[in-house]
């Protein structure tokens, strides 16, 4: 007797017939195909990535460690046999290759502060990010909204980037770092929700690819701006990218619209009405019919609210963390992330250890953006999520320590350093797509929002790692290397989800637990029971 993997139970979808009309249903109906001016404006929202990417990456421009030499003043420091440091040396005896206000380590001294400080503002922007990411993301499910949340960030960042200009000493250069890291937190996410919220289903990957490419501009701009101020004040940086973006806010605050998604589910269906009308005139289009479909829309909506948006902000975080298989999930996905996010914020601002052209290294890492979105965006329906983020850190993990033996200023070396950051973009990409798949509609919000953070937590640490490689790159790219392939390896305790439909609630996903489970007991019975069968024949 065999038994069968077809007899474990199967999932029946019994309340479907008694569903009402879905938001994506309700609106494509009323807007109808995306046209010329709606996919504009939605394209115009996604170039916020770009501001977004400047202020990242800045600091490899401004906070660098420029050259110095020998002046010959002094026998301890002669231009023929430089010593590997000036920190100990007699005023006058060495001098920047520069003008001093070239970067902030020059011109406030803090190339023999230590590494401490040296790394203090970059690190303060990530935990500006980090603590922005935990604060301001309810804000825009909730009061706000993703137009009001998207505009108050990008002006509170643009003006924080104005100001930065005026620093007086390191300490407030670091403080507006924070408050532009905080305002900075929920551009991307915000752009990201808006842009492809407002259209069709047709154009929302295509949508979401112009966000990265729009990151990928935002990145290239830095070493050609770079490059134009190499012997002015660190300080035209910021100003150069922070009051574009804040005319581009004001630009914004004309043209965006609100996602009449959120709209409905907030139970504005007046607003609601005035944004599909306002939409499907941009199409061509006008809404003759009645709006029947999004009354019922927003009763199904309403009546079937879920227990984590009535419980409160953090009722979401109390679901997972009374199930241990959510913890766990949560736990490996998040450790993953951390070390995907050190090497993807610290391989950028420690190009300066390769020993070759700052400006062509920074544009190498910023062009390794481009072809690895367009790989994901490809390839995501044809990969096995876990195996694949495994390969791609491991990877990163093993170019990243090559980069530690391969003498500086070799192409070499450069090789390996770009292979190692194209690898981690790519885990970067896939992880935040797994994370989505992992976790039910009722906490994905909030599982997603986690992931990004220890991704942010990453950054935290890197500016440090990269402040002690300048002296020796095993604290760079050898710490980059082990972190990354080690902490990947907690990949493996995820389930895989490729191919699988995404749940909906925690019960939903357990009784998919329950039912794989039951199917491959009755394999391994069915094998059990054939093996014994054979072996009794014989």
Not at 68 to 97: E, F, I, K, Y
Not at 258 to 277: F, H, I, N, Y
Not at 357 to 379: D, G
Request: aromatic share 10%; hydrophobic share 50%; proline share 4%.
């Amino acid at each position: 007797m065999a038994i069968s993997a077809n007899t474990a139970p199967l999932l029946t979808s019994h309340k479907q017939a008694n569903k009402g009309p879905t938001i994506d249903d309700t609106i494509e109906n009323y807007i109808g195909t995306t046209g010329v001016m709606q996919l504009f404006k939605a394209i115009l929202l996604a170039f916020a990535w770009a501001f977004d990417a400047q202020q990242v990456f800045i600091s490899v421009f401004t906070d660098a460690e420029p050259q110095w030499h020998c002046t010959g003043a002094s026998p301890t420091c002669l231009p023929a046999a430089p010593p590997a440091s000036p920190c100990g040396l007699p005023a006058g005896a060495w001098a920047w290759d520069r003008a001093a206000d070239t970067t902030v380590v020059s011109e406030w001294a803090l190339k023999c502060a230590g590494p401490a400080v040296v790394s203090l503002p970059a690190s303060a922007f990530f935990a500006g990010c980090l603590a922005g990411g935990f604060l301001l993301t309810t804000l825009a499910d909730s009061l706000l909204g993703r137009r009001k949340m998207l505009l108050t960030s990008l002006v509170s960042m643009s003006v924080a980037g104005v100001l930065t200009a005026f620093a007086p000493n390191v300490w407030a250069y670091a403080a507006l770092r924070f408050v532009s890291g905080f305002g900075r937190s929920m551009v991307g996410t915000c752009t990201l929700v808006l842009s492809t919220e407002l259209v069709g289903k047709r154009w929302r990957d295509s949508v979401s690819v112009a966000g990265f490419f729009f990151f990928t501009v935002g990145f290239l701009s830095l070493p050609a701006l770079g490059y134009a101020f190499r012997d002015a004040s660190w300080r035209n940086m910021y100003l150069w990218t922070s009051v574009p973006s804040l005319c581009y806010s004001f630009l914004l605050f004309f043209l965006a619209q609100e996602s009449p998604r959120w709209l409905l589910v907030r139970g504005r269906k007046q607003d609601a009405m005035d944004t599909l009308q306002q939409i499907a005139a941009l199409n061509g289009n006008s809404i003759t019919s009645s709006f029947s479909m999004l009354h019922a829309c927003t009763m199904n909506v309403d009546g079937g609210e879920d227990a984590g948006a009535r419980g409160g902000a953090f009722a979401t975080m109390r679901e997972m963390w009374e199930r241990p298989w959510a913890l766990r999930r949560l736990a490996a996905i998040m450790t993953t992330s951390f070390g995907v996010g050190l090497v993807y914020y610290g391989m950028p601002l420690n190009v300066g250890s390769l020993g070759t052209n700052l400006y062509l290294s920074v544009t190498y890492n910023a062009l390794a953006e481009l072809p690895s979105s367009i790989l994901s965006l490809a390839f995501i329906g044809k990969v096995n999520r876990r195996t694949t983020v495994m390969a791609l850190t491991a990877a990163a993990g093993v170019f990243s320590l090559m980069c530690v033996a391969i003498p500086e200023g070799s192409a070499a070396r450069m090789a390996s350093e770009l292979l190692s950051f194209f690898a981690t973009i790519t885990a970067f990409n896939l992880i935040l797509i797994y994370s989505i798949e992992l976790f039910p509609t009722s906490v994905r919000n909030s599982a997603v929002g986690l992931v990004r953070q220890a991704l942010v937590l990453g950054g935290v640490a890197a500016p440090v790692l990269v402040a002690l490689g300048r002296e020796r790159s095993f604290w760079s790219f050898g710490v980059f290397g082990l972190c990354i392939g080690c902490l990947g390896l907690f990949a493996a305790c995820l389930p895989e989800t490729k191919g699988r439909s995404m749940s909906d609630t925690m019960e939903e996903e357990e009784d998919k637990q329950a039912v794989a489970a039951a199917a491959t007991t009755c394999t391994g019975g069915a094998t059990d029971i054939a093996t014994k069968d054979n072996s009794d024949a014989v």
